[in-house]
């Protein structure tokens, strides 16, 4: 499959029965996807992703390498009347893939390829490339990065067309801001798959298919089988100047507050000056923009409650930053910071950077993606919230959190809400500019919760549901676009959100997701898939006709 367009149709052409070529290399790929059933040895490794409260029971996994793999046992499944679902990684947080009326899996792990694209003068990243693999590739060649996120695994396929949160978010906004091009296998209305590249241009007549990737989530108009990436504004045809470059060196540093020491006024007080930093520092010309910060709000049973502290170490007054924003995080508590001695939500054990340490940006990143035990067990099992901030907390919101993170009936400390930075360059990015419409918020907030037996999933489903309810029970249990909160993170898919006993606000679950950008994605889903072929539990409705 060339990665060449074919005139104004936007068709990609070059597709052969005898195999295809990897974009950029010369190399031929065999044609035909590989066939896993239930009778092979390596099926039960594939039915499942990150959360093994999904497991699937498919007639067959398609391991393909090409996008004419891709169109073929798309046509296959459309032909057969099959249900199709496609996984990049695993990592969806519901049953959006591993769901019992899947018949065919559709596994984008050997589309893992990355390239510079002469052609479209881009780099080119397959929809199976993880997030490692792309930094690691991307970065020691041309000394640029797609700005992806922190976890080693999560692939780009779904990560991208989510939106894509990173840890350089505030210094180069969200992924998609740097996303120029993307190839979708797509079904028409006879039935009839065929790949189609869609670009950023604004005389693309396939640029609603673009705009779609760039926000409207996963598995909702096709199969991304490739992205392009090139920033605005980017000059010239050297891929080192195409994309932004990362700081040579961050500054980390890793705190913690002991749970038996902080009062609840302290507690609320350190939520209060996490929340209220990132709202008065949230503007897209910052100079605190070189900072990010995770602060996890453990279950007591953790014994802490930790903190991440990332600084462009590049910035003239690094350290002084830091310091500084620390002392604001630490105003008003008598508790003593000390090190982060436990691994945290989706963060390892960082005692090393209790005093702030300097280390190069890519052994930072790799470091902080790979060596967190939780995302690294076969046996894990989650649930998980979300919800976009705008302001500070309303007191009754803090007390809701307080009294559900120190439950006397839950000992567990891999349960806790995760808060973490937003703003900046992302907000720099008008709301209908892409599908990705949270451009004014100040953080995010992710509720997790992780156990191993399921035996226990009620109790720890009921925890998360309880807490997020409670938090915004003055707005029907969800976290509603106002002055305050800002609807949820379609990257965080939370069927909940669809569910009236626990959704009683007027607002539905695709306006918590896309507020107004919901209409244009429905009249995108409309035009490239008209069949509904690519659905799931929250996927983009058609217009009503």
Request: glycine letters at 8%; charged letters at 20%; proline letters at 6%.
């Amino acid at each position: 499959m060339s990665e060449a367009t074919t005139g104004q149709t936007g068709e990609a052409s070059g597709s052969a029965i005898s195999g295809s070529a990897v974009p950029g290399t010369g190399e031929r790929r065999p044609a035909g996807a590989v066939s896993v059933r239930a009778a092979d040895q390596q099926y039960a490794d594939l039915v499942s992703g990150l959360n093994q409260r999904y497991i699937a029971t498919p007639e067959s996994i398609r391991i393909v390498n090409s996008t004419q793999q891709v169109v073929e046992v798309v046509q296959e499944a459309v032909d057969a009347g099959k249900r199709l679902a496609v996984r990049s990684s695993g990592h969806c947080y519901e049953d959006f893939v591993h769901h019992p009326s899947v018949q065919i899996i559709l596994d984008m792990s050997g589309m893992h390829d990355i390239s510079y694209d002469r052609r479209l003068n881009a780099i080119a990243v397959e929809s199976g490339a993880t997030n490692l693999k792309t930094y690691q590739t991307i970065y020691p060649e041309w000394g640029v990065v797609v700005p992806t996120g922190f976890c080693y695994s999560v692939a780009m396929g779904g990560h991208v067309s989510g939106g894509a949160w990173g840890p350089l978010c505030r210094m180069h906004g969200l992924v998609v801001d740097h996303l120029y091009a993307v190839e979708v296998v797509v079904v028409d209305a006879r039935g009839r798959a065929r790949a189609v590249i869609a670009t950023r241009d604004e005389k693309d007549p396939h640029r609603d298919l673009w705009w779609a990737h760039t926000g409207g989530g996963g598995g909702n108009f096709g199969v991304v089988t490739r992205y392009w990436f090139r920033s605005p504004g980017a000059k010239g045809h050297d891929p080192r100047e195409l994309l932004p470059k990362p700081p040579a060196e961050l500054l980390v540093g890793a705190v913690s507050w002991a749970w038996s020491e902080l009062s609840r006024e302290e507690f609320s007080k350190l939520a209060h000056n996490y929340a209220t930093w990132h709202v008065d520092n949230a503007a897209p010309d910052n100079p605190h923009r070189a900072l990010i910060s995770q602060l996890v709000l453990n279950h007591r049973s953790a014994g802490q409650i930790g903190m991440l502290v990332l600084v462009d170490a590049s910035v003239p007054d690094a350290e002084q930053m830091l310091t500084g924003y620390l002392k604001q995080i630490n105003d008003g508590i008598s508790v003593e910071q000390g090190a982060m001695s436990t691994h945290m939500g989706d963060l390892p054990a960082l005692p090393q950077f209790a005093a702030p340490r300097r280390l190069p940006w890519l052994q930072a990143i790799r470091m902080l993606g790979t060596t967190n035990p939780t995302l690294n067990d076969p046996t894990l099992r989650a649930e998980y919230k979300s919800s976009f901030m705008r302001a500070d907390f309303p007191e009754h919101q803090l007390t809701a959190l307080y009294e559900h993170l120190t439950r006397d009936d839950i000992d567990n400390p891999n349960v806790g809400v995760q808060l973490t930075s937003y703003g900046g360059r992302i907000n720099a990015v008008a709301p209908g500019a892409t599908a990705s419409a949270h451009r004014g918020a100040a953080f995010k907030m992710l509720w997790q919760a992780f156990w191993n037996d399921p035996a226990d999933d009620e109790t720890y489903v009921n925890w998360a549901r309880e807490c997020y309810g409670e938090v915004y029970a003055d707005t029907g249990g969800v976290p509603v676009p106002n002055e305050v909160t800002d609807g949820c993170y379609v990257n965080y898919p939370d069927i909940d959100l669809s569910d009236p006993r626990f959704n009683t606000s007027s607002v539905p679950w695709h306006d918590l997701y896309y507020k107004q950008n919901y209409a244009r994605l429905q009249q995108a889903k409309q035009k490239w898939d008209p069949r509904n072929v690519f659905r799931h539990g929250q996927s983009i409705e058609l217009p009503e006709a």
